[in-house]
């Protein structure tokens, strides 16, 4: 679970996030939109332990991020929008490194990434090193090593860049997969058919602040337009046009 509670963050005199407030469940596959700059990086950067809050609160799974940082951390599996990768490391390296930083036995976590690597299509590349990956393939690894410690909740800034179409299909399938076992999903993206697609409920965001929160279909009934899809509905409340 994600409790964010009255969350402010200002760098100077410029409030990026203002007073913002949601909860994503366990069991749930959360989007969080808006346009660029609204302030969706800050906030995941918040969440992730990344970055110190103005004021507010944010809880992972009941633990405060900023009274108690390792513990809050050690609940999530985070990918950010321009990972980071030791590419001189071969996949199978980069997996056990990740499950060491999380201190959890090898033994248990390499049959996960086994079934994860598997079913991304990168079985046969894991003994390769990362700098012969393609963007896409480097993107998959990237969320094997967020999943690899079998987190409670997983927080990932666009996760479908860079992926084709099966690719696509094959993480959005894991997304509803890991919230049927009870995990909690947080994600962002600017592909308002995926948000539609995969999301159980969505906040957007714009200018730091919260303006419609709901499940798509509760979004869509917002629409002037009774025949509007989400971009619809997200073009109009983010900038007063639609269709």
């Known amino acids: 679970m994600i409790e964010i509670d009255h969350l402010t963050k200002n760098y100077g005199d410029f409030t990026a996030v203002d007073d913002v407030s949601l909860v994503a469940r366990p069991g749930e596959v959360f989007g969080f939109l808006g346009p660029n700059g609204a302030g969706k990086t800050t906030t995941i950067r918040i969440l992730a332990g990344l970055s110190m809050p103005t004021s507010g609160a944010v809880r992972v799974n009941g633990v405060d991020v900023v009274a108690d940082p390792r513990r809050a951390k050690a609940q999530v599996g985070y990918v950010p ?11 199978w390296e980069l997996l056990r490194f990740i499950s060491d930083l999380y201190r959890r036995d090898w033994k248990e976590c390499r049959p996960r990434a086994e079934r994860l690597l598997d079913y991304l299509g990168l079985d046969g590349w894991a003994s390769s090193r990362i700098e012969n990956y393609s963007h896409g393939m480097k993107q998959k690894i990237v969320l094997v090593s ?23 299909k094959l993480v959005k399938t894991l997304f ?33 602040r919260i303006v419609a929160q709901g499940s798509p279909g509760e979004l869509l009934r917002m629409a002037a337009q009774p025949d509007s899809d989400l971009e619809d509905v997200f073009l109009e409340i983010t900038t007063g046009t639609g269709q």
């Open 176 to 208: 509803r997969d890991l919230a049927a076992k009870g995990k909690t999903i947080f994600i962002t993206t600017h592909t308002m058919s995926i948000a539609e697609a995969v999301c159980d409920r969505i906040a957007i965001i714009d200018r730091g």
């Open 81 to 91: 929008d321009r990972p980071f990768l030791y590419e001189k490391l071969s996949g």
């Open 146 to 168: 967020a999943l690899v410690h079998d987190p409670q909740t997983l927080v990932i800034d666009e996760p479908m860049v860079g992926l084709d179409a099966l690719a696509q």
